[in-house]
Each structure stands twice: as C-alpha cells, then as structure tokens.
C-alpha cells in the first residue's frame, strides 16, 4: 500500500543504475540496479542490507503487461570503512524463448523504473553477431581531454537503432580512483544501453581500488567464483 511505499522510500530511493549482462544459462538474463538510501548516508553501516526495501524484476511478451517476478537478491558495501550510501539489486529474468523480445520493469519498495526491452539469446550461433568492444572509457566529464561523451552517446544512439547484440568493456571502468559515487554517475551514464542489450564486464587495473569491492559488487558476470560479483543472486547476497 501507500503507506508502505512511502515508509520503503524512507530507507532507500527509486531504482536506477539498470544494467543487464548474460550468465551461463542462455535462457536467462540477468539484471542489476541500485537505490540511493539518504537513511545509509546518514546513519552509515547501521543501516544494511536486511534494511533495505525488496526490490524485484517483472517481465513478459508485452508492452505493459508482466506475467514473471522474480525476487532480487540484495546487498551493500563499505570501502574503506565508509558505508557506500547505497543498496544494490541483483535478479535473473528465466524460462526466456531463444530470439524473443521481452519487456521489464523494475521495483525497489514497489516503485517501478521505466519500462526496458531485450531480445533473449539464441539458440545457438548465429551470424552475423554484433556487438561493441570497449575498453578505458569513463564517465562523461564535459569538455576535459580524453572525456568518452562521444563514446557514450554513440553507444546509445546504436542501441537505440539496434545495431549491437551486446557490448563487452575490457576493464579500466568509469575511472573511479576509488570514488564510489562515480560508479553511480557511470552507470546512470550508460544506463540508456546498457538496460537494454547485456553489457558485459571484465576488470582491469583502475578497478583494484578496495581490492575491486566496487566493481565485485556492482556487476553480475557468468559465475567463476563463489562469493561476490561471480556468484548468483543467492549467494551475492549473503
């Protein structure tokens, strides 16, 4: 109800940061967004992850209408010994027909995000796949020297005319130096992408700030480890 709605806002904001990327089921896709929480600002650590308002993923075939939920799997981080002001959300949409569209929302305390589209994997090899192959490229900074804003926009204009299936960036990631409210500015950045094709990570270098807590906990790849970023919405949990 209303009342719970507004008492969830409380703790933490509307979802943001949308980002999908593939795992090792092909019939799956997985997706992961974050909440601003002014409660986690001001009272830090206190407020942590069992605090924060369950956040879900719908889907289905249809423009507005959502025949699947899935629950989402929540955690937070500190670096440093400083709260990130923040909760994350990590689900995985399944049972996805091979080469079908399908449309999503998603929900922190009730409070949807706008509505995204993808088109599921296919069955098998398909030619020709597309996709875009990034690397060093940080968040948008106007007018300074090596600023990616271009890169950004391109990405998003190409998306919008589907000419990528998906788009893998080979670390140095939004530059952070350890800031973590530059993840939240890169990732709002590219969320016009990377909420509609699978946006595919690896780390490089400038994510080793915090032994790569923020990367680890703010991208969901095929698993290769338990614990983290690798894991499943379970276990990243935990």
């Not at 896709?29 to 993923?57: D, E, I, K, N, Y």
């Not at 000419?163 to 080979?170: E, Q």
């Not at 270098?205 to 690798?230: I, K, L, Q, V, W």
Request: contains cysteine.
């Amino acid at each position: 109800g209303a009342t719970a709605t507004t008492s969830a806002m409380a703790v933490a904001g509307p979802p943001e940061q949308i980002h999908l990327s593939y795992g090792n089921d092909p019939t799956a896709m997985r997706v992961t967004f974050a909440s601003m929480s002014g409660a986690r600002r001001r009272l830090g650590a206190s407020v942590g992850a069992a605090a924060a308002p369950a956040g879900q993923v719908k889907w289905g075939s249809a423009s507005g209408s959502y025949a699947h939920t899935a629950a989402a799997a929540t955690s937070t981080y500190s670096t440093g010994g400083t709260p990130w002001p923040g909760f994350l959300y990590k689900a995985e949409m399944t049972g996805l027909t091979p080469g079908a569209t399908y449309y999503y929302v998603v929900t922190v305390g009730g409070v949807a995000s706008d509505e995204f589209s993808f088109t599921a994997a296919p069955t098998a090899a398909r030619y020709p796949t597309t996709f875009a192959f990034i690397a060093d490229m940080g968040s948008e900074c106007d007018t300074k020297p090596g600023c990616p804003d271009k890169t950004i926009a391109a990405l998003g204009n190409a998306t919008e005319a589907h000419r990528f299936d998906f788009i893998v960036h080979a670390g140095d990631i939004a530059y952070t130096s350890g800031t973590q409210s530059i993840w939240d500015d890169f990732l709002r950045q590219t969320q016009p992408f990377a909420a509609r094709i699978p946006y595919q990570t690896c780390p490089g270098n400038h994510e080793h700030y915090f032994n790569f807590t923020g990367y680890e906990s703010r991208f969901f790849m095929p698993p290769a480890t338990a614990g983290g970023a690798d894991a499943t919405p379970a276990a990243a949990a935990a």
